[in-house]
Each structure stands twice: as structure tokens, then as C-alpha cells.
């Protein structure tokens, strides 16, 4: 039996340079097998144009209801012409994807190419859950009302319009509302491609519509890692920071969607990993002052587009010892329950250890003083545009802290800031205990697989060096309160005087 589908639009792509053009809409096709397939695009009874393919054809999802159909391998072939196929539903398309996988034998191009690290070390039904949770509007509005954020990114787009988004392709992962992308096309970008793998989807594309901006937003539904674009890209935009940057490991995809920039992009990305220099990450002090996060450039008219934008460009990680007593008698007052010998009749005192371990081990989301810090925070910089997606997995920050004070070190404190480094201003978003406060708060490590006190006392090295590992779990469940997609650990090397009847909140 020869599959047909209705209603069926067809849509002609070139590459160098980019164009696509509509051969037809309405059309019936018709998937004959012959000589390998060939796929009939009929008006009626008449057929109007045919695309045959063969074994080394490629076949893949494009849109939430398109396929991208690549007659032959392209790689050598000058004319470079695809088609982009569109259904009327989604289960169309997915049994159109089947007959195509089954007729040519397909193989995952995916599988292929090389899964992305959050495919292969995140568990399904987790990702399921993650990204059933930024489905809802409540969550969406949460982060939008944060004007901290939102501002900022606005601000960071707009300020570098002209030279970095005016006529440009934009790529923008994991586009919840689709906030970015509307400031993408304020700032004068030609098309951008909102990939957004929730069920949030759906309403990114009815804000698109009710804009009246559909033929220059495309809402992609899909995760990053599996989706395919029928053009290159020329801009990523993201929010992909989580609590403590790392968080939710998003950061991952984010990066990995760096397969879409257009080539020029991606080897002048190799060429400046390779020539030795440091990232251009800002080196301001953190008590910085108001007014100071951001640095311009004179002259705007002079400015030259950087190879391959990527907002947020940069990211630095603070992380500093902190001091209080008061949360971490509220911790142990929190396992108390767990102390009754007579509950009902039941002891449940052999629980105890068992329920301070589980309170300690959790981070604080929560903002705090400055003055809890005995320490200046050392600084973990990662550069976006040049990290490799593996190196994202397993993360260790050497730390040295110089403490000039007697201090009873209760865990570790973290923030971060994100720079957007643009070529006509370079704008930051903090989320420094100094700075205005934002929907990430910042985070205390109550206590990482141990419990109890650290005592640090002066020393004639006035140091305290340990080392910090974030390493991602691979069957991570998430919540928004706990750091669940990552485990933290902090192993202290100093020699300094501990008091021997406690243990420190470190393995």
C-alpha cells in the first residue's frame, strides 16, 4: 500500500546563500517505492514536481510539523538543495519520518553524528519531568518578572543591534515565552528560530501569531540536540544559567548548539581557542560599584560584528566560605523530629543521623550578606563561545581562600555573573549579594556528604586551599530547590587546626 498524506506543503531550500522558496501548498503526496523512493507531490490528479531518493538520501525533523529531506548526500554536491516538507499534524509527520526510516534505512543521524553528553548522561524520564516543569506559565512569569533578568538581556540585545543582530540568522535554545527572540527581532534580526522543547511550544507560538510576527519567529518544538535547521545561524541567544550556574545542566545545550552557527563562525571559534589568549572576561574587582558592570565603546560607528555571537558570551563562578551559626542551628532543629525515643510508641532516634545528613545535604536557595563571607571568593570563569560540551560533565575549581580571622567556616557560598560580550558594548547580569537581587538568589552549601564544624584558625599562610568538583549525575531528578543534576563535593587540603570532635561538611 503506497503511504499518501494531504494538505501536504512543499518548500524548496538552497544553501550559499541561503534562500527557500514555496513550490506549492495544499498538495497530496504520494511515497512510491521504485528504484529507492519517490516522492510524488500531486495537485489533483496531476503531478506537479517529484524528489527521488536513495540510500545515502537524509531525512530528518526540521519543524514540529516539517521534515527536511535531503535528496542525496549533499556534502559534494554543488547545488546543495533541500526540501522542507510540512504536514498538517504532527502524527503525519511522525508516521512520515517511520516510512522513510523503514523504505531507505535510515540510520539516527543523531547516533551518527555523536549524541550530546546531556542525551547520554541524562535519564528520560528526568528530562521528561524537567521539562514538564518550565511548561507552565506560572514558571515562565516567575522568570519574566524578574526585571533584573529580563532587563538586562533586553538591554544587552538591543545595545549591540545594529552591528550584531541587524539582518542576521538567530538561533534561540530553550526559548520558553519566547521573550529573547522578540528582542531579537526588535534589535533588527532577519529570522529567528525559537527551539523550545516543553509543552511551552505551543504558547511561544500563539504569543508569535497574536504579534503578528510568524514569518519572522519560527517556534521550533524540540530539544536542541535533536532538531535540524534548514539555514545556519549567525547569533545564539539563551538563558541557560541554573542555581549556582551549573544547575539544571542546561549549559550543555546551550553549547551545543553551536552546531547551527555558520561555518566561517565555527573556525574563527577554533582559531581563537588555539592562539593562547585568556577569554575577555571582565577583571573588576566584586565589591564593584554601582554604574560599573558594564563597559562600553566610544565609538559605536567603528565597531566590527565578533564571529559567531553568543549571548551570554562568558560566565564567571564565585564561590567563597561562608559563616553562620544561625542556619546551621536551623538545620539540626529541622532533623529534631527524628530525636524522639517515644513517637506513638516508636523510637525513631536510629533515624537521626540519617534525616541531619539528608538537611545538610541540600543547598540554600536564598540571598544573604555580604559581611558572612570571612574570605574573599576565588572566580571560575568559563568562555561559551570556545568550551567543549564534555568538559561541562565533570567541573573542578581550585580554591585558596585567605582567611584573616578567627571563623567557624559552615559551608561554601556561590554566585555568578554572565557577560553579554558584544562588538559595540559589553554588557553584565550579577547575581552578587551586593548586587540588586534576581530569581536565582544565590546558594549556600549547608553541607555536602558530611556534617558538623569546620574551625579555621589563623595560620602564619593565613590560607585555607581545597578544591571544588561538580560532576553531572546521570540519572539526575530534578527540583527547583535542590541541585539535583549535579553532585557537589569540596575537599579541603590545608594542614589547619580542626576541632577533633566534629567533621567538616566536606569528603
Not at 30 to 42: C, N, P, T
Not at 410 to 429: C, P, Y
Request: hydrophobic residues 35%; glycine residues 4%; charged residues 25%.
Amino acid at each position: 500500500m503506497t503511504p499518501q498524506y494531504a494538505g501536504v506543503d512543499l518548500r524548496r531550500a538552497c544553501e550559499a546563500p541561503f534562500k527557500c522558496e514555496t513550490i506549492d501548498n495544499g498538495l497530496s503526496l504520494l511515497v512510491k517505492i521504485e528504484d529507492g523512493v519517490v516522492l510524488s507531490f500531486m495537485k489533483g490528479i496531476q503531478q506537479i514536481y517529484e524528489v527521488k531518493l536513495n540510500d545515502s538520501s537524509e531525512c530528518h525533523r526540521c519543524f514540529e510539523k516539517s521534515a527536511l529531506v535531503y535528496p542525496a548526500n549533499s556534502s559534494h554536491d554543488e547545488s546543495k538543495e533541500s526540501y522542507i516538507i510540512s504536514f498538517p499534524t504532527s502524527k503525519d509527520l511522525l508516521n512520515f519520518l517511520d516510512v522513510m526510516r523503514k523504505r531507505l534505512k535510515l540510520k539516527e543521524k543523531r547516533k551518527k553524528e555523536g549524541a550530546s553528553t546531556f542525551d547520554e548522561r541524562t535519564d528520560s524520564w528526568s528530562a521528561v519531568q524537567y521539562f514538564q516543569f518550565y511548561s507552565y506559565l506560572s514558571q515562565q512569569q516567575n522568570m519574566m518578572q524578574d526585571y533584573i533578568r529580563t532587563a538586562t538581556y533586553q538591554k544587552a540585545i538591543l545595545a549591540n543591534a545594529s552591528v550584531d543582530f541587524a539582518g542576521k540568522v538567530v538561533l534561540d535554545v530553550g526559548a520558553g515565552s519566547g521573550i529573547l527572540s522578540f528582542f531579537a527581532i526588535q534589535a533588527g534580526a532577519k529570522r529567528v528560530y525559537a527551539v523550545e522543547a516543553s509543552n511551552m511550544a505551543t504558547h511561544c507560538n500563539t504569543l508569535v501569531q497574536s504579534n503578528k510576527l510568524a514569518g519572522r519567529i519560527v517556534v521550533v518544538s524540540g530539544k536542541i540536540e535533536d532538531i535540524v535547521l534548514p539555514e545556519p545561524v549567525d547569533v545564539i541567544i539563551s538563558e541557560p544559567m541554573g542555581y549556582m550556574l551549573y544547575n539544571e545542566r542546561m549549559l550543555e545545550s546551550y553549547v551545543h548548539a553551536r552546531k547551527f552557527l555558520a561555518p566561517q563562525h565555527r573556525r574563527s571559534h577554533n582559531r581563537n581557542k588555539g592562539d593562547g589568549q585568556q577569554p575577555d572576561f571582565r577583571e573588576d574587582a566584586i565589591m564593584r560599584e554601582e554604574g560599573k558592570s558594564e563597559t562600553e565603546d566610544e565609538d559605536n560607528t567603528a565597531a566590527e560584528p565578533k564571529p559567531g555571537v553568543m549571548f551570554p558570551s562568558v560566565a564567571q563562578l564565585f564561590v567563597a566560605p561562608f559563616s553562620d551559626e544561625a542556619l546551621f542551628a536551623e538545620q539540626h532543629t529541622k532533623a529534631n523530629f527524628w530525636y524522639q525515643q517515644s513517637f506513638h510508641g516508636m523510637d525513631l532516634s536510629a533515624l537521626r543521623n540519617a534525616a541531619i545528613a539528608e538537611y545538610f545535604n541540600q543547598p540554600v536557595v536564598d540571598t544573604f550578606d555580604i559581611g558572612l563571607c570571612p574570605a574573599v571568593p576565588c572566580v571560575h570563569k568559563v568562555d561559551f563561545r570556545t568550551v567543549k560540551e564534555s568538559e561541562l560533565a565533570e567541573i573542578t575549581i581550585p580554591l585558596n581562600f585567605q582567611i584573616d580571622q578567627c571563623s567557624t567556616i559552615h559551608g561554601l557560598a556561590f554566585w555568578f555573573d554572565v557577560g553579554f560580550l558584544g562588538s559595540q558594548k559589553d554588557i553584565w547580569l550579577s547575581t552578587a549579594p551586593t548586587e540588586p537581587l534576581t530569581h536565582w538568589y544565590q546558594n549556600l552549601t549547608r553541607g555536602l556528604t558530611d556534617f558538623g564544624i569546620f574551625h579555621v584558625l589563623r595560620t602564619t599562610t593565613r590560607s585555607l586551599p581545597s578544591a571544588l568538583s561538580i560532576r553531572s549525575n546521570q540519572h539526575p531528578v530534578h527540583h527547583i530547590d535542590n541541585l539535583k543534576m549535579y553532585a557537589v563535593s569540596w575537599e579541603q587540603h590545608s594542614s589547619s587546626k580542626r576541632d577533633r570532635s566534629s567533621r567538616a561538611w566536606c569528603e
